[in-house]
């Protein structure tokens, strides 16, 4: 019998029919294609990654397990659970190892979400909550953002009889934005003890606010809570793929039920417990940032340009119209930046944090803009 695709396609699952893929920042060979550049002179400052590169201490535990490629990796990770469990006090059968945090919050959806449920999030949070949710067949419940960010009291009223997820971003991404312990507090006496809470803290290391609410010191006082991290930014792991969970043991039982048995590779389970050792590397990670947000937001501030607030490492820049030619027009000068209209914000394109020397490209750009059109 010959093949009907048309009627193959009409047979997946109705969730995934209606996605719209994950938009990742344009690689630095891409555009040195595109546009005939030197990819030596193009300025990456759109996937929040970390421009220190990775510590010594990485590159010489990715090394030495070089020799070892030919068997797979352990497939339970003993020795980052142990490191993990070390560094933030707690069990390894707390923890759920990710390829990546996006990993782990996909592992959140398959295994609790499922056609006649949803989950509830915020406007302008990150895309892969929606397409995690909808690639199971559960539905969406997203709430309108407030100053763009999290509406928590909104949200908690969203919650309804089928609700069975809802997840958080803290700082959020793309906006920045980060709400508060006190907040967070009355939002989860206000969430039924049934429907599980993830808080994504996937830019917790850039935060130094005092009343931010870190997810991992907050797992004893509530059962419902799953709290998301990841070794793809201030770590600089991007690369490998490597983001971890904290849960209470019987719902990391669960998500381990459905993860892959190998989904951390062997070079990234070594460089991650090196990464986190490393603790010099985290903090000159966390002091660039800090100098190169002021860099960057003087020289917004001086071209009269607004922009969120962030607490993350990259900031969202409003233009106050359109930016698909100003994109256009970075581009062109071999600088890449992030544009979120996919986030429903078309006037805003995201800049990451890079070393001082990428800033000032950036900057230099920026200036040379008209951005009231004649440029």
């Known amino acids: 019998m010959g093949s009907n695709i048309d009627k193959l396609v009409q047979n997946a699952v109705p969730g995934v029919a209606k996605l ?3 938009q990742p920042g344009k690689p630095v060979d891409e555009l040195a294609r595109e ?3 030197n990819p030596d002179d193009i300025v990456k400052l759109a996937s929040n990654e970390n421009p220190l590169g990775p510590s010594k201490r990485v590159l010489a535990a990715i090394e ?3 020799p070892e490629l030919t068997r797979y990796p352990d497939g339970n990770g003993f020795e980052l659970k142990q490191a993990l469990s070390s560094r933030f006090d707690l069990k390894p059968n707390q923890i759920t190892l990710g390829n990546g945090s996006n990993d782990v919050l996909d592992l959140i959806a398959r295994a609790f979400l499922q056609p006649g ?3 509830v999030f915020s406007q302008y949070a990150f895309a892969v909550y929606p397409i995690s949710t909808q690639a199971v067949g559960a539905d969406l419940n997203m709430v309108p953002a407030k100053d763009y960010g999290h509406d928590l009291s909104a949200m908690a009223k969203a919650i309804n009889s089928q609700t069975r997820v809802v997840f958080l971003a803290n700082p959020n991404n793309p906006t920045g934005t980060m709400f508060g312990r006190d907040e967070f507090r009355t939002f989860m006496t206000e969430v039924p003890g049934d429907v599980l809470v993830v ?3 996937a830019y917790s290391e850039y935060v130094s606010d005092e009343n931010y609410p870190d997810g991992i010191e907050l797992l004893t006082d509530y059962s419902n809570l ?3 991290r990841t070794f793809s930014k201030a770590y600089g792991l991007a690369s490998l793929r490597v983001g971890w969970a904290a849960s209470a043991p019987e719902i990391a039982d669960l998500l381990n039920r459905v993860r892959q048995p190998f989904n951390v590779d062997s070079l990234a389970l070594a460089a991650a417990k090196a990464a986190l050792a490393d603790v010099d590397y985290l903090e000159a990670g966390k002091k660039l940032n800090d100098q190169g947000l002021i860099q960057i937001t003087e020289a917004l501030d001086a071209k009269g340009l607004s922009y969120i607030p962030t607490k993350g490492n990259f900031i969202a820049v409003d233009f106050a119209q359109d930016t698909a030619a100003i994109n256009q027009a970075f581009l062109e000068k071999g600088v ?9 914000l078309p006037n805003h394109l995201r800049v990451s944090i890079g070393t001082q020397e990428e800033n000032q490209r950036f900057i230099t750009v920026l200036n040379e803009l008209d951005l009231n059109g004649e440029s």
């Open 64 to 66: 030495a397990e070089l």
């Open 117 to 119: 449920t949803n989950a």
């Open 336 to 344: 890449i930046l992030r544009p979120i209209a996919n986030y429903g």
């Open 35 to 37: 546009l005939g550049l």
């Open 20 to 22: 719209h893929p994950y």
């Open 199 to 201: 808080l994504d803290e």
């Open 226 to 228: 799953v709290v998301t």
